[in-house]
Every structure is written in structure tokens, then in C-alpha cells.
């Protein structure tokens, strides 16, 4: 299972997670499958807890996650989880309190950060007709094959087929 966390990059963020909010892919990290609920709890202390308070293995990946210079997870910001053999990633969005469980992926992508929250993934510019003819952008993660593995990323987020999702060359 593969689990993203996306920071809500909009200046009202600590107000909490709305749809025009733009959301960046700045985390992900790889679990066995397991309850997608307790693996939400799971990243939300990773984040934010002092590494000493840790177990071992979720040290490493709260040390990685901070390695790289990022907040803690906060209101506003989102999760993500890509299950074994699932085609469509499933959203949640943090209000402070509470993980609230998201029916669409997040519609508004930023592909560039603050000092406190980095880009993850390659900037790729799309378009789905099937969703309509908005063109747009965001990061997502290729593993071997760029273009294709690019395509199937673009979809899974969107709960699309991949050969629904069109790439635009950059220039």
C-alpha cells in the first residue's frame, strides 16, 4: 500500500482543507496493505510526534519525511491511500481535529512549494476528456517507464482508465 501525504499550499490552510485549495504531493511511502483508517492515525502521529516517542519502524519513516524538510502534518493538509491492486487512490483532508473521508481526489494541484513543503514527483501537464477539457497540471511519480507509468499515476488519482488521460509535451 502506498500512502501520500499532500500539504494544502493555499494561505488559509490552517482553516482547514477547501475544494479551490491547492494540494502538493510532498511524501509517500510504501506499508503492507492494512487498514487505511489506522495507517491515517499512524501518519498522523509519524508527523508530528518527536522521533524518541516513536516505534523503530515508524522512526525511519518519520526521520525520511523530516529529512527532507517539511512541516508536520497540519489542518488542511491531506492523505492518501493507493491499496494492492486498487485503481483509484482514496482522499482524506485533516480539519485539525478530525480525518475527513474525501468521495473525489483533489481537484487542484500545485507543482511548486514553500521552504516547509516540497514538491514530490514529476511536474506533468494533462488532460482528461472524459472529466472535461480543463488542462491541467500536477506532480505524480514515475517508477520505470516516465510516460506510461506518468499516465497510470494521473489516472489512479483521478479513478480514471489510463488511456483516458492525455500528457501534454512540455515544450
Known sequence: MRNTIWHDVHRD?????????????????????????????????MFNAPLEFLASCDGATALAYRQRGLRSFSAGDGFSVLEENSTAERFW?????????????????????????????????????????QIRQGLFEARTNVHLDLQKAIAVHHGVEPDEVVIIPMR
Not at 482553516?15 to 492494512?34: C, I, N, W
Open 13 to 45: 490552510h490552517y482553516d482547514g482543507y477547501q475544494d479551490h485549495h491547492p494540494m502538493l504531493r510532498v511524501f509517500s511511502y510504501e506499508v503492507p496493505d492494512a487498514d487505511p483508517e489506522t495507517e491515517l492515525w499512524q501518519a498522523v502521529e
Open 93 to 133: 483532508t485533516s480539519n485539525g481535529l478530525q480525518l475527513l473521508p474525501r468521495t473525489t481526489a483533489f481537484a487542484h494541484l500545485a507543482i511548486e512549494g514553500r521552504s516547509v513543503s516540497k514538491p514530490l514527483g514529476e511536474p506533468v501537464t494533462y488532460v482528461i476528456p472524459t472529466l472535461g477539457d
